[in-house]
């Protein structure tokens, strides 16, 4: 006879197995669909629909401050970034997202601020030490901020919106792509660029269904990043009937790949998918090529830059990977921000800047909205469904998600051209 305890815990499984994870399943409709996930990639769907949906409401603060008054003889506005801008290899994605989030800012107090007070920046770095982030935000706090941007590290990102909901600091984050970031239920932040569960979707169903690409190998950094980027597209992999053949992994600095790739040849897959910086992915592009590799290769949207197309060289061309938005649009509103964003820095703006140029610019509407009070301001970002922005239409679901759409993007003549995703 089964003992009590092991027959209470197969009845947890089982329940468990009916949810999946965080209740997805071909059940919910259009409207509640968790993350916008596609229908075919929904786990379990072939089984039994569950009886438990999570994340199909917005989750509320119950708690006090609404009615604190704002302080007296305030002659700025704080707002709060943190980013790796110094003493960190992300030090070149972090510049570019504090350029960003200094232009909207900048344009905001040529508007006149908040009715007279300018809006200044408050910048801490973000060196990536586990546990640094909790120190810097509440840092930020007792200087006086009203709501913070930041980061791009996952873990680091993840420990802010902890330290948040102690501090009643309300978040934009715009740059960190960890699908996890918004199913930790703490109504204090919100993400306003499409996460890696997004890419995952639309890169297993680029490969398999429209490339018909049924053997694919992965090659990822051995970090969070890799780690958990990567997990959503093999979840979808194995829900199409084509698990991955073969995962490795490299640190981030590597240059050889000699090991990685012998075993990615002898497993003779379809497809490769790069999933880590410019840096190393365009140096693996280039030892493929060299060893006579000549597996389509996919991407993550960290290969969308010049970096990549520098470092790949010829190698680079055919290589598709996934970007948050459509930097080549014709559009009268991105136009506009790119020439302002190249009179300001001298460069051409990419994801992280036109992401963090539209989180600032959420912020600094509902500070305008709410006043100085961080519940309010929390209480504006959260009720936020769409934003019309320089990366486009930014959508938010019940998770305070940008599902908005995906973008492919194909080096061709030693250049990315873009186009729609299978998801729209």
Request: proline share 6%.
């Amino acid at each position: 006879m089964t003992p009590p305890r092991v027959v209470r815990l197969a009845a947890f499984g089982a329940i468990v197995a009916c949810v999946g994870p965080a209740g997805i399943l071909s059940g919910q409709d259009d409207s509640t669909r968790y993350a916008n996930t596609p229908p075919k990639l929904a786990p379990f769907r072939e089984y039994q629909s569950p009886y438990l949906f999570f994340f199909d409401d917005r989750l509320e603060h119950l708690g006090p401050g609404r009615d604190k008054a704002p302080p007296s003889g305030l002659t700025e506005v704080r707002l709060g970034f943190v980013g790796p801008i110094e003493g960190s290899r992300d030090a070149r994605l972090g510049t570019r997202m504090l350029q960003g989030a200094t232009l909207a800012l900048e344009e905001s107090n040529a508007e006149g601020g908040l009715d007279g007070l300018p809006f200044t920046l408050i910048v801490r770095n973000d060196l990536g030490l586990w546990g640094a982030s909790s120190n810097v935000l509440v840092e930020l706090h007792d200087a006086g901020v009203w709501a913070t941007m930041g980061s791009i590290d996952g873990a680091n990102t993840h420990i802010m919106l902890r330290v948040a909901l102690k501090l009643d600091m309300p978040l934009v984050v715009t740059a960190d792509t960890d699908p996890t970031f918004t199913e930790t239920r703490i109504p204090w932040a919100i993400r306003v660029i499409g996460d890696d569960r997004q890419s995952g979707y639309a890169l297993a169903l680029q490969m398999h269904d429209v490339m018909g690409y049924s053997r694919v190998a992965v090659l990822r950094e051995n970090n969070r990043y890799g780690r958990v980027g990567t997990a959503e597209f093999k979840d979808a992999m194995k829900r199409l009937g084509a698990p991955i053949v073969l995962e490795m992994r490299y640190e981030r600095g590597d240059t050889t790949f000699s090991a990685q790739l012998d075993r990615i040849r002898r497993a003779d897959p379809d497809a490769v998918l790069l999933w880590g910086d410019a840096e190393e992915a365009g140096v693996v592009v280039r030892r493929m090529s060299e060893m006579g590799m000549h597996q389509a290769i996919f991407g993550s949207d960290r290969l969308v830059s010049e970096e990549f197309l520098r470092i790949g060289g010829r190698a680079a061309e055919g290589v598709v990977a996934t970007y948050p938005y459509n930097p080549t649009r014709a559009d009268p509103i991105l136009g506009d921000f790119n020439r302002r964003y190249r009179e300001r820095f001298d460069e051409e703006p990419e994801s992280f800047a036109a992401h963090a140029y539209d989180g600032m610019k959420i912020m600094i509407e509902a500070v305008r909205r709410a006043g100085m009070n961080r519940v309010r301001i929390r209480d504006e970002l959260t009720g936020l469904r769409s934003y019309r922005g320089v990366t486009g239409e930014i959508i938010l679901d019940e998770r305070w998600d940008d599902v908005g759409p995906i973008w492919m993007a194909e080096v061709r003549d030693g250049r990315f051209h873009f186009f729609p995703s299978p998801l729209e």
